[in-house]
């Protein structure tokens, strides 16, 4: 496996493209569009938010087929909470976009972010397709990307290329942050290409695994957004037909592990004022559920992430985050410590601070806080209690986010 | 009923002390003793974290008991995640308490507060109890109050005098916070004091049911501590005995709920960084479980919180908090205003935002803006969808907040 470079367009046979379309008050591009050109098949999963917004209702609709052939997004606006007239937005974006490039309006895809509860700017909308078909290109990734940023600070991309098979197969990915991250699917937007040949069934499958151990194991602010999705579109012009769970399901299924998790853990590292990187691995617990709910618990508690930020090696408040959990523990079995993750978790790049729930002094402590100094840190928790074990990524709590989101619709 | 100056000493036959006993770094009062010159009731509940630390543990004990006469409370340092030493510190508080005081070991409760997994300078505390026990005073709830505070702001006291059944009786109180602060049980700590005559289940049942409804209906940051307590001495020196659910009891639970309501609501007011009382009642829900889950939904959600703080009508923030709550909604009927609550939510105090689903235009965001920069803010979410109904309470998240929390050990 290799990374290349190109994100939604690494891929032969897909274009993209993204400008300023009039939505976003500061005149950044808030526009994009991903166009296959062959019919793909299409997979996606979408936000538990009880709201969901219009775009994906309509997207609902159109995934029945699992058919699809382009993606328009926006941000600026999630076209969110936005009743009847929304819907009718969304489907203006579709038909619009499939008039434009001569396509089933079945076979687009609409996705928005940004502010919940505005109408879209729907005339504005749609004057933008036709230009955004004009400037579709092959190395077009980038501005796509772009385009559908919102209070990120850098645009998501990923490009891979790996066996698959007997073939080598590419995936390309975009996706947005950076506030409203937390894990239940989305938690933002994600589109991946591939030229995989795979069953419409199976791509949907392994896309809603890949999505539970990678978008759906972050979180930013513990927030899951009324318009997160993961949509995979896969145009089949690599390999043989993949139509059964066999080895070439999971090397493919490897390979979008692996796109998933870069862009995942680059919304992390993008997340709204975010000063760290913080991978929280539970290990030990009665099983996966109880791993993943204490690793959950401690990556969304304010007391832990504003201790990150303050560089503090407070581990009382990660221990009060762990018994918050709900889930059976034994405080004179936990094990605490932390890693440098660049590092590994060698005897060298690890410190040890509670070893079966005893603090292993002041040494440990002052290891622990020349670890906290640097960007990207782990916490590992053992609980020798079972062999469940989890993963969750999370950032820090920094006077920035606050500052940003007191001020952002202003 | 009527509110009375006194706190905890408001009630005839209790007494109370406060001092600097060397726990805290800043000099601070530290040590709190609350004493009945004749036997009490007891009644408690506890924590639900987990890891409950070491006096709470000890607490358990005494309770069974139902039985006890003094309360002894540290503040700067909470004992929790201690293991075995944790313990007998606490067993040391208790028994030199009882023994400076000539009272029965577990008629002696003890409470801590501050920072976890440190050990107690126990010579110290042990040192400081005679000295509290010799300042003991009819008066001397305040200076109790302000020895268990930790980032408080300000001492959390109450006092009360009403009917129950033929008799005025009192109830006294104190509480802290102001950080790990959030519904389920306890969350701080509180003492109260009464002199009503009750039979100690009634009692202890009595203290639950109120606790539902008060202290855990407040969160300032979704934490649950391992050392939050609420207690209740009893002696039992006003009015006959109340030994079952009739008029008298409810009489009683009335007042107590009064006492322990405005002790949580100061909690929430002195939370950490809190610039916003925010007052969430949901009405209209299938049930009474979905709309405090959807209370206490909007009551954590940070966006949200940042939004008040930004005083920004951002109810789009809202209406995903909402959304999230995983309890049956539907956007087509659901109602949103804002109210001030110290004007009440008749029509003129009470602006509609959201009615079934639909904005109210730019004058509405317009009187939500202005009622937003007040300090207190009322929230009501109307659902149309059955008869359940929460109130929860909560502050918002501010930059000091982080600063405060960043900086909290260091």
């Known amino acids: 496996m290799q990374k290349i470079e190109g994100g939604v367009t690494a891929v032969e046979g897909f274009t993209a493209s993204g400008m300023f379309g009039g939505i976003k008050k500061n005149g950044h591009p ?11 098949t299409v997979a996606a999963v979408f936000t538990k938010n009880r709201f969901p917004a219009a775009p994906l209702l309509l997207d609902k609709r159109h995934l029945r087929k699992r058919q699809g052939q382009a993606v328009i997004a926006n941000s600026g606006n999630a076209n969110a909470f936005t009743g009847r007239r929304g819907l009718s937005d969304a489907e203006a974006m579709a038909r619009t976009t499939a008039e434009a490039l001569g396509i089933a309006r079945h076979s687009v895809f609409v996705a ?35 385009a559908i940023m919102t209070t990120d600070t850098f645009p998501k991309e990923i490009g891979l290329i790996g066996k698959v098979g007997r073939s080598e197969i590419k995936i390309g990915g975009m996706a947005k942050g950076s506030g409203m991250i937390h894990p239940n699917m989305a938690t933002m937007l994600a589109f991946l290409t591939t030229d ?7 791509l949907q499958e392994g896309l809603r695994v890949v999505t539970e151990q990678t978008f ?15 949509l995979c579109l896969a145009n089949g012009s690599r390999g043989g037909m993949i139509s059964e769970k066999g080895a070439a399901y999971h090397q493919f299924l490897s390979l979008l592990h692996t796109a998933c ?16 990187m913080i991978t929280i691995q539970v290990t030990g617990a009665k099983d996966d559920h ?55 978790a060698d005897r060298h790049g690890r410190v040890i601070l509670l070893r079966h729930g005893m603090h292993q002094g002041e040494k440990a402590e002052t290891g622990v806080t020349a670890l906290l100094k640097k960007r990207e840190i782990g916490l590992m928790v053992h609980l020798c209690s079972g062999k469940g074990k989890a993963t969750v990524w999370t950032s820090d709590l920094s006077l920035d986010y606050v500052k940003i989101n007191a001020a952002y619709r202003t």
Request: net charge negative; charged share 20%.
């Open 30 to 40: 808030d526009m994009a569009l991903i166009f296959s050109e062959t019919p793909c």
């Open 112 to 146: 928005s972010t940004g502010v919940i509860g505005e109408f879209l700017p729907i005339e504005k909308v749609k004057a933008s397709i036709p230009c955004l078909v004009s400037h579709l290109a092959r190395d077009g990734g980038r501005t796509a990307a772009e």
């Open 196 to 202: 995989v040949a795979i069953h419409p069934v199976l």
């Open 216 to 230: 759906n194991c972050i979180t930013v602010d513990g927030e899951t957004s009324t318009n997160d999705m993961v």
């Open 261 to 276: 998790l870069s862009l995942a853990k680059m919304i992390v590292q993008d997340g709204e004022g975010a000063t760290k």
């Open 290 to 344: 109880s791993a993943y709910r204490i690793a959950k618990m401690i990556a969304c508690s304010n007391l832990v992430k504003t201790a990150f930020f303050g560089q503090d090696a407070n581990w009382g408040r990660i221990v009060a985050a762990i018994g918050n959990a709900g889930a059976p523990v034994d405080p004179t079995k936990l094990d605490l410590s932390f890693v440098n993750p660049n590092e590994g």
